[in-house]
């Protein structure tokens, strides 16, 4: 079965630029959730989709949104980027979402903000 | 979501059990134990999870004690490629990461 798959791996923007990056949950699978990792403040939990709603969302800005298709891809956008953006945005689906679940992870995509 | 106690950073020799302790004394009834590593630069990797029974899989055992408040992931046999950061996570809505613990598997 194919593993989580995101697009693009790396991208570079400019300051005041928006980016939206894509995820493609693994088959069958009905959640989809994205992280943002930095070095300094490691893995945070930006929102949770299932089922083409956003179940839960953590503690970013409105510059970050997210949506998730009727297939379960989803895609999260930021706005006007600033240089603190720059991370490693990592993707994750798992089947139920649920109280009990596992999540798997993609490759991530590199986020550098110029 | 319950906080999670974790050490910073561990050793342990090649071939030997890597025993990596994680304290959750705010545990409630509902929630779940995760454990997932990171080997750098990839995504994090799901373990195992229990809810107060111990549990067993290909890759590692989790040993919840009976009040819940602590647990214990256990590697067998740890190798070179165990070598990563271990999260343990109480979760019973979104996963909350903490810092881990930098597990270094020494030859």
């Known amino acids: 079965k194919a593993g989580v798959t995101q697009t693009p791996r790396y991208l570079i923007k400019t300051r005041g630029q928006q980016v939206t990056l894509s995820c493609s949950p693994i088959?069958?699978?009905?959640?989809v959730s994205w992280y943002q990792q930095t070095p300094g403040q490691g893995l945070q939990f930006l929102f949770e989709y299932f089922s083409e709603t956003q179940r839960n969302k953590g503690n970013f800005p409105g510059r970050f949104s997210g949506r998730q298709f009727s297939n379960s891809r989803s895609e999260m956008n930021v706005s006007t980027l600033e240089l603190g953006d720059s991370a490693l945005y990592l993707c994750?689906?798992?089947?139920?979402?649920?109280?009990?679940?596992?999540?798997?992870f993609g490759p991530g995509t590199r986020l550098t903000v110029t | 979501d319950a906080k999670t106690t974790q050490p910073t950073s561990m050793d342990c020799a090649e071939g030997r059990a890597a025993n990596l302790p994680c304290n959750h004394s705010t545990i409630s009834g509902n929630e779940y134990v995760y454990w997932y590593r990171q080997i750098h630069s990839q995504g994090p990797q799901y373990i195992i999870h229990?809810?107060?029974n111990n549990e067993t899989n290909e890759m590692a055992s989790l040993i919840i004690t009976e009040d819940r408040k602590s647990s214990t992931l256990i590697l067998p046999h740890a190798t070179l490629r165990d070598t990563a950061v271990y999260y343990c996570i109480v979760r019973a809505g979104k996963l909350i990461f903490g810092q881990g613990t930098t597990l270094q598997v020494k030859p």
């Open positions: 088959s069958g699978h009905r959640s």
């Open positions: 229990g809810l107060k």
């Open positions: 994750a689906s798992s089947f139920t979402g649920g109280r009990t679940y596992e999540q798997y």
